[in-house]
Each structure stands twice: as structure tokens, then as C-alpha cells.
């Protein structure tokens, strides 16, 4: 078999002994019982084909990458063997002791070579899991990152709270049971204690000057009534965003996703297809940020959300190869201080959101204070930071006053 950096991928059947002396040769009648039986034993002891299992794939790969270096062998071990049998990863354990085929050893084999080289194993399994959607990915286009999964649940928890209006149980019911929950409830009761303290003097005002008699029940607005929230998403990449939130309040949210690069477009129109998502639950346009949104849709949207480039330029040169060498430097540089198309963004926020909506961006750690500084000066209201899930400060999140 073909050998990676010297080392051989073994394996493969297993030939190469001599034919019988005297093949072919007449046989008398007297020595047939001799010869059938020699023929026998040669039968017995002749090299057998050398039966590869998932179970024994999945060991050699899993040595075969760690001493080249993988960080996690054995999780890298298992996406390529899921993608050559087309097994998800439980299913492997499963289906331990199952012979696998000539052409999904072939599908390894180059599995092994392309991640030895460090491309990043999305793009050689071409999909990856982004909270409840497979992803299919594609070079040229940015791979999906877990921080950005968060992103998604700060905009969830706004439309729910905000548009939709849900109440406490209804939203428990409607969310996925995902590891950062806590990260947004911490932030939400934080966000929710700061509104009660601001509002604290106003509202003793308001009863020291209440009417004898006043009936607070009778003077009470009702509910307004939910409807449908609209999100515009600008760099939509896989669309994994914009989709996760049609998929996960199917017929409650309608987005535009929007992104320069036509591979991300395409890209992003098959994950729809593969979702199962309609097109006008999830309408994928071409264009530079918020450039293919139309005149009658302005100040219309209820969000707008972004992982924009946010890599500041001098950092660049530091990622990892995986990263630099694989990924579009277009959805990575952020220019020198990784808010080039933040500022963008900021500016066109007005024009995108009604009063009240929601900017949600994804940026650099240490652009995050920055970012928050400049939506202070551009006039937003409740500007706040989150983190992720590392403690990392990561998402900049503000309102529209």
C-alpha cells in the first residue's frame, strides 16, 4: 500500500505465495489420493485475504495520527471513519467487528493523508455538527465554530423574550437542551437586575402618586400578540446561523442571509435543501453586507447578526496552519484592529433594525470592549458583553434605542 511520510498504511489483502511445484502437470491414478491431499495441506497454510474490521481501522488510524502529531487521534480516527462508512460515531462501536469494504479503506487511506497534511477534517469529511444541523463544508468557505453556536442562542433568547414573547415554560420547552444555557441565563438575570435597579426610583415615584382606589389589573395593557420575528444575518458562510434559527422556531422566524462569496451562496442554498428548510423560512442572497437588502425591507428587522471577519491583521500570521493554510483569508482578516466590518455593520444597523432590535456580533476577545465603546458612541442602548463558553469575552451585543 502507499506509504505516508515514510510510514506504510497497512492495510489491504495480504499475496504473494508461490504456486505448487509441478502445476499443471499429469496426475496418475495412482498418486491422486497423494496429490489431492498435498493440494490440501498447501490449501490450509496459503496466505488468507487480511480481513480489516472498523474495530481494527479505527486503532490504526487512531496510532497512525497520533504519531503524527494529532492532537485528539482518536476523535480524528473516528470522523473519518464515519464519513467512509457512512455511520455515525455510536454506530462504530456498534458495528465493531464489521469488515469494511476495499473502497471505504481507500476513503481512509486519503482521509489519512489529507489530515496528516492538516487540513482540517470538516473539509475532508465535508460536514460537521452545528447545534442541531449537520453542515455540509466546502473549501472557500469558513468552517463553523462551537463559539458561534452561542451567538445563535443570545439571538434566540432576545427573539424569544422580545417578538415572540414566549413565556417561561413555553421557552424552556423550545430550547435545546445545549451546554451553554447557563452562559445565557447568567446573562440574562445580570441583564434583567440592571434594568430592576435603573428602574427602582421611577417606579416608587409611580406608586407614591397613584390615585386611592387605583385598580392596577384594570389599567393593564394586554399582551401584545406574537408574530413572526425577521432576522437579517450578513456573512452567512454555511448559513449555518441563519438556519439554525428557522430550524429550531420552524414558522416563528424568517431570515435573510447575505454573503460576497458565491461559493458560500451555493453552499449555503444546499445546507438550506438539506435541512429541509423552505426558502422563504430562509432566503439566501448574494451581495456585500447589507447591500441586498431591498428599500421596502429597511427598518424592518428585528436582528441583526453577524460572525463577521473579526482576526485582527497582525494576528494573522499566528493561527494555525489548519487555519491559515485551509480557510479564506476573506472571512477571517478583520483589518489592523479586526473591527473593519464591524464598523460596516454599526453603521448600517439603523438602516436593518426596527426600534429596539437586536446587533449581535461575533468578534475578536480583545476587540470586544472596543466594539462595545463604539455602539455607546453610535447612540445603542443596553450594550453589553458576553462570553463564551472558555470565559472568553466574545459576542457584542446592543439595541437599537
Known sequence: MDGYAGEKIGYGATYGAAAPSGAGAAVSPGTAGAVTSSVAASASTAPQEDVWTIKRCLEWSEGYLGRHGEERPRLAAEWLLCAAVHK???????????????????????????????????YITGETAFRQLDIICEPGVLIPRPETE?????????IDRTVLHRDAEEERCARAALPWNAEVERLRAAQEAARAAESAPSAAGSEAGELPGQDD????????????????????????????LAAER??????????????AISLAERNRERAGIAADAVEVREGDLVRPMRPEERETFDVLVSNPPYIPSGVMATLPREVSAFE?????????????????????????????????????????????????QAGMADVRVASDLTGRPRFVLAQLP
Open 88 to 122: 455515525k460515531r455510536i454506530e462504530l462501536y456498534v458495528d465493531f467487528n464489521q469488515p469494511m469494504t476495499m473502497e471505504e479503506r481507500s476513503v481512509v487511506r486519503e482521509g489519512l493523508r489529507r489530515r496528516v497534511a492538516g487540513e482540517p477534517l470538516q
Open 150 to 158: 452561542l451567538l445563535c442562542e443570545f439571538v434566540l433568547d432576545y
Open 217 to 244: 389589573e384594570a389599567g393593564a395593557l394586554p399582551a401584545p400578540e406574537p408574530r413572526t420575528a425577521r432576522v437579517f444575518e450578513v456573512g452567512c458562510g454555511t448559513g449555518c446561523i441563519s438556519l439554525s
Open 250 to 263: 420552524p414558522g416563528r422566524v424568517t431570515c435573510v442571509a447575505t454573503d460576497v462569496e458565491p461559493r
Open 328 to 376: 479564506p483569508h476573506l472571512a477571517l482578516d478583520g483589518g489592523a484592529d479586526g473591527l473593519d466590518v464591524f464598523r460596516r455593520l454599526l453603521d448600517a444597523a439603523p438602516d436593518v433594525l426596527r426600534q429596539g432590535g437586536l446587533f449581535a456580533c461575533e468578534l475578536f476577545e480583545d476587540a470586544t470592549e472596543p466594539a462595545a465603546e463604539l455602539c455607546r
